[in-house]
């Protein structure tokens, strides 16, 4: 895992790959993202951290509009995120997600599952489709649970499985919301070290989580989120050992004590 910590960073005054401006977002009277202001570079691995409710993940659904957004614009490879229809479902194709809960179909096999966007979605062949998916199931490590259903396999192996099937699409940027939250210990570290290999290999994340260790190591930037606003964003060496707001030490403090 060290290979990932001395990666480069990208040159983030290159284009910016996804980028937020002045964004704000609402659930009633509650101000959950207050001007957000955002820039991730393609090759980066952002790492989004804080409290519960501090607006984490609607951050992160925001980027694929799975929440809309109130003020404010979002760009995905210098295009507006779109409102809805075509466009949308086509923008949707570009960013792969990854959930707490896998939303694998039950009744689908592995394989299946795996398949199922670039067949739909991207209208492409079925052999030429099956022999990635293999690919991709091998590069997480459940080739060989190809032909069983999501019951038959682990939290572990059904989150890789999320993970091949978000990758199948050939996405620009991956979200990850939380996904190991709803895994045993011992699963954890399975999954976190598919993404730490997806980091090595350049691909672009925004990464919700509370591992720590993987926010050390395969990020290129943490950002830290404090009741809907971004109160620091450094490299994971400067948090980690020199974090500049008292919101920051405190959670910090708490999180690294244990």
Known sequence: MSDVQTRDSPDRTDSNLVSLRQVDKWFGDLHVLQDINLDIARGEVVVVIGPSGSGKSTLCRTINRLEPIDKGEITLDGQPLPQEGKE??????EVGMVFQ?????AHKTVLDNVMLGPTKVRKRGASEVKQQAMQLLERVGVEAQ???YPAQLSGGQQQRVAIARALAM????MLFDEPTSALDPEMIAEVLDVMVGLARDGMTMVVVTHEMGFARTAANRVIFMDEG????????????????????????GKILKH
Do not use: M, W, Y
Not at 88 to 93: D, F, K, P, W
């Open 229 to 252: 606003k971004i109160v620091e964003e450094e490299t994971p060496e400067e948090f980690f050992t020199n974090p500049k707001s008292d919101r920051a030490k405190d959670f910090l």
């Open 88 to 93: 949308l479902a086509r923008l949707r194709a």
């Open 170 to 173: 050939q996405p620009k940027v």
């Open 146 to 148: 190809a032909n069983k």
């Open 101 to 105: 809960s896998f939303n694998l179909f």
